[in-house]
């Protein structure tokens, strides 16, 4: 009686309120005996795994793939904050954060009320998480790891379009905030199963294009707007300092992907395999669409565009991994490596905004087509497992669209006001002579290169 | 003796070195450079941002020839790095004044 949908609310899963919560509309509460859960070796196995591939994605995956697009003045700057957000996001999660996005008390499917926004306090300081504690057929340390990593990965998405001129300071301090009051929110709203804001109005977020990409793709663009352009930007070039490093990055972000995706099914199963076949396929697809969309205009194509191109369409699956097939994987890669290629391009440009890094550009626009389109793509006439028992494709779409869109303005919003706050108490920027001379030395003492 | 100070094409480096080891010069420094001549600069493209770039990369060979090589160690660089196009590079010819080998304090053309 369950369609096909069902299989990716394995993520909805929480033992601890004995409440499973079933696919988007279809919602089973159980009583705890009933539910038993018994730990799963084959999915426990596959699950440390992921979480130790999602974790490789930001260190060294996206420290790199960052590291080496900025000057060679500034590249400790960038791997320290992905290091320093790595280290510092993981004591947020386990004090507090794992609390606020996953604690289940006062939610009741079909009721909107404030558990639906954010969890309370009762898993903080991780209270009650045990060697015997089970979310689903895994632990839930497990599961408390697995979506740290997530929790780590978004704020350091963000570092993109700051980079080269932030205060390290001001950055902790924006990180915690934003974690604390963004993301753990709409991590909540998002997978913390019946009764949360978004799984009520049937918001298809397999692995986090709007809880990862959207969010952290918006506080970029807020970000950059309001710490300002890097001086000499744009009239001066300010090109990457080492593409090798940047490429590596990339291919590792690839690599550790399939623990993000095919990691949130919170199983070794069917489901798990197909968001493995749509990741690797959907990258593919944007990394050469970029190619070709570049030696058409510029005249040669480029491995940054290609390895950027592959970080697109990386972006776009990851909402629709669960729920598309091989075929709508290929049109999600197309869709996005060409919206994309617009948004680092043409869009940055028209906006006159300096993200460095394009982290709008692609997690925030790649993060957006994915949305969208998994509503269209889920259509089991196009391939996917199938929409929710009468449910329209241009309703899903529009379902999609509140679910962006209320990210995207409440995102923007908060990312607004904790900057203005962080700017009127520490600062935000760097003096004009510590950018001279690269974050490097004036912020960390260190220099990443000595020639002798 | 004098100083050559040749700034000639990357790929030019090989040539140059056999070119001037075939007359029994023994040393030479080579340095990774960036400059501009009549050759101007080229295009580099990241992410759809069009740089060009004025300096383009270069070697500089640095060797010092007694006064009677001067003429030959020209001709061998000269030789070696012509392809007839702009961007070949320039041979500068300085007087030198002294050589000192710092292992044995030797002096004049038997230090270099």
């Given at each position: 009686m369950m369609e096909p949908t069902s299989k990716p609310s394995v993520r909805l899963a929480r033992?601890?309120?004995?409440?499973?919560?079933?696919?988007?509309?279809?919602?089973?509460?159980?009583?705890?005996?009933?539910?038993?859960?018994?730990?799963?070796?084959?999915?426990?196995?596959?699950?440390?795994?992921?979480?130790?591939?999602?974790?490789?994605?930001?260190?060294?995956?996206?420290?790199?793939?960052?590291?080496?697009?900025?000057?060679?003045?500034?590249?400790?700057?960038?791997?320290?904050?992905?290091?320093?957000?790595?280290?510092?996001?993981?004591?947020?999660?386990?004090?507090?954060?794992?609390?606020?996005?996953?604690?289940?008390?006062?939610?009741?499917?079909?009721?909107?009320?404030?558990s639906s926004f954010v969890g309370g306090l009762s898993l903080a300081f991780m209270a009650g998480v045990g060697v015997d504690s089970m979310a689903g057929t895994i632990p839930e340390t497990v599961f408390a790891t697995f979506q740290m990593t997530f929790a780590i990965i978004t704020p350091a998405l963000i570092v993109g379009s700051f980079a080269e001129r932030m205060k390290f300071?001001?950055?902790?301090?924006?990180?915690?905030?934003?974690?604390?009051?963004?993301?753990?929110?709409?991590?909540?709203?998002?997978?913390?199963?019946?009764?949360?804001?978004?799984?009520?109005?049937?918001?298809?977020?397999?692995?986090?294009?709007?809880?990862?990409?959207?969010?952290?793709?918006?506080?970029?663009?807020?970000?950059?707007?309001?710490?300002?352009?890097?001086?000499?930007?744009?009239?001066?070039?300010?090109?990457?300092?080492?593409?090798?490093?940047?490429?590596?990055?990339?291919?590792?972000?690839?690599?550790?992907?399939?623990?993000?995706?095919?990691?949130?099914?919170?199983?070794?199963?069917?489901?798990?395999?197909?968001?493995?076949?749509?990741?690797?396929?959907?990258?593919?697809?944007?990394?050469?669409?970029?190619?070709?969309?570049?030696?058409?205009?510029?005249?040669?194509?480029?491995?940054?565009?290609?390895a950027t191109g592959a970080v697109a369409g990386l972006v776009a699956i990851t909402p629709a991994s669960g729920f598309v097939g091989p075929m709508g994987a290929i049109a999600i890669g197309v869709a996005s490596g060409i919206l994309c290629f617009w948004g680092a391009t043409t869009l940055k440009h028209q906006l006159?905004?300096?993200?460095s890094l394009d982290a709008f550009g692609v997690h925030g626009i790649g993060g957006i087509v994915g949305a969208l389109l998994t509503g269209v793509f889920v259509a089991s006439g196009l391939?996917?497992?199938?929409?929710?028992?009468?449910?329209t494709i241009g309703g899903q779409v529009w379902v999609q669209l509140v679910g962006v869109l209320f990210t995207v303005i409440y995102c923007a919003v908060a990312s607004f006001i904790i900057l203005k706050i962080v700017d009127a108490t520490i600062g935000l920027r760097v003096t004009e002579e510590e950018e001279d001379r690269g974050l490097d030395i004036s912020l960390h003492n260190e220099q990443g290169y000595y020639s002798a | 003796m004098k100083l050559l100070t040749c700034i000639v094409r990357p790929n030019a480096l090989d040539n140059v070195k056999e070119g001037l080891s075939a007359l029994g010069?023994?040393?030479?420094?080579?340095?990774?450079?960036?400059?501009?001549?009549?050759?101007?600069?080229?295009?580099?493209?990241?992410?759809?941002?069009?740089?060009?770039?004025?300096?383009?990369?270069?070697?500089?060979?640095?060797?010092?020839?007694?006064?009677?090589?001067?003429?030959?160690a020209i001709s061998a660089v000269k030789e070696a790095s012509n392809t007839g196009s702009i961007g070949d590079g320039k041979i500068f010819v300085l007087s030198v004044d002294e050589v000192v080998r710092i292992r044995t304090g030797e002096t004049g053309d038997s230090a270099i």
């Open positions: 033992s601890r309120q004995a409440i499973m919560a079933i696919a988007l509309l279809t919602v089973l509460a159980l009583p705890g005996a009933a539910l038993a859960d018994e730990l799963n070796s084959g999915d426990t196995a596959w699950m440390l795994t992921s979480t130790v591939l999602v974790l490789f994605m930001t260190i060294p995956g996206l420290s790199l793939f960052y590291g080496g697009l900025v000057r060679a003045k500034n590249v400790l700057s960038v791997l320290m904050q992905c290091f320093a957000l790595t280290g510092i996001m993981t004591l947020v999660w386990v004090l507090w954060g794992y609390s606020l996005a996953f604690d289940t008390q006062g939610m009741t499917a079909g009721v909107t009320n404030l300071s001001a950055m902790i301090v924006f990180m915690v905030i934003w974690s604390t009051v963004v993301y753990s929110p709409i991590c909540h709203m998002a997978w913390s199963g019946a009764g949360s804001f978004f799984g009520d109005m049937g918001v298809l977020d397999f692995a986090g294009g709007t809880v990862v990409h959207i969010n952290a793709g918006i506080a970029a663009l807020v970000a950059a707007i309001m710490i300002g352009k890097r001086k000499g930007y744009p009239e001066r070039p300010i090109p990457p300092h080492n593409l090798t490093l940047t490429v590596v990055g990339a291919s590792m972000l690839w690599v550790g992907w399939f623990g993000f995706n095919a990691g949130s099914a919170l199983a070794a199963d069917g489901a798990a395999g197909m968001a493995m076949l749509v990741t690797q396929v959907a990258s593919a697809t944007a990394a050469v669409t970029w190619m070709l969309v570049e030696w058409i205009k510029h005249g040669k194509p480029s491995v940054l565009g290609m006159g905004v300096d993200d391939g996917g497992q199938g929409l929710a028992e009468g449910m | 010069l023994t040393g030479m420094t080579v340095s990774e450079v960036k400059g501009f001549g009549r050759q101007k600069g080229h295009r580099e493209v990241y992410r759809g941002a069009e740089y060009n770039i004025d300096f383009t990369p270069k070697l500089k060979i640095e060797v010092v020839v007694s006064d009677s090589m001067v003429e030959q």
